[in-house]
């Protein structure tokens, strides 16, 4: 079992580029969610997928960011026209679709820099 | 709001002394996390506890909780240069979005060898 699988671990991109970040969830988990960390900061709550359903996108902001988790692959959060403020940790965890709870499986997030 | 806040900021212990963390949040709660960050690393789950449980135990971790100060402690025993890391409490909310963790800013711990 691989756990949350996160690529790429690092992504640097100019201001006014697209970054497209993946995660795979654990085995069996049907469930994603996608935090960000700021530095020196908690991580803040961005949305909630399941298989081709946005549950809960409350943490987004209202432009330029996207999520998906289709039916086929892996989930990915895009980030069009990013600016120096996107410069962050993203990180992605799972969990099974009857969660209890036991507490998320993170992966390792990926590092964008924006320059 | 509903954030977790952890004190103190940044604790320095020696190896084999007990370090101990503590989490505030501010309403209503399913369950409260507490979770380990490594430099540049992702989380890892360490303990989760139910609002209806007061301690629970893992290893060398012992968490409690008091619903009615809304806090929480984290005490690791014994502790070991390895444990130096990030430790982060996260609450879930009682109600219908309990799925989403509400984060602290974390306490950094320093063990020295």
């Known amino acids: 079992n691989a756990g949350v699988m996160q690529n790429p671990r690092h992504l640097v991109r100019r201001r006014g580029q697209e970054a497209r970040l993946r995660c795979s969830p654990m085995?069996?988990?049907?469930?994603v969610y996608w935090y960000r960390q700021l530095p020196e900061e908690g991580l803040k709550f961005m949305v909630y997928?399941?298989?081709?359903?946005?549950?809960?996108e409350s943490g987004m902001p209202k432009e330029r960011f996207s999520a998906e988790f289709p039916k086929e692959g892996p989930s990915i959060l895009r980030i069009q026209q990013v600016v120096r403020g996107d410069s962050a940790a993203y990180f992605c965890a799972s969990s099974p679709p009857s969660s209890g709870h036991s507490g998320y499986t993170f992966g390792s997030g990926t590092r964008l820099t924006v320059v | 709001s509903q954030q977790g806040e952890e004190d103190p900021q940044a604790l320095s212990i020696q190896e084999g002394e007990n370090a101990t963390m503590n989490c505030s949040y501010k309403t209503s709660i399913n369950n409260l996390q507490w979770y380990r960050q490594n430099s540049g690393r992702g989380l890892v789950h360490l303990i989760l506890?139910?609002?209806?449980?007061r301690e629970k135990h893992s290893g060398r971790l012992r968490v409690t909780l008091d619903t009615s100060k809304k806090s929480s402690s984290l005490l690791i025993t014994a502790s070991r240069a390895a444990d130096t890391a990030s430790y982060f409490c996260?609450?879930?909310?009682?109600?219908?979005?309990?799925?989403?963790?509400?984060f602290g800013k974390g306490t950094l711990l320093t063990v020295n060898p």
């Open positions: 085995k069996g988990h049907s469930h």
């Open positions: 997928l399941q298989k081709e359903n946005i549950i809960d």
């Open positions: 996260a609450t879930g909310y009682s109600g219908g979005s309990n799925y989403k963790l509400t």
């Open positions: 506890i139910r609002s209806n449980e």
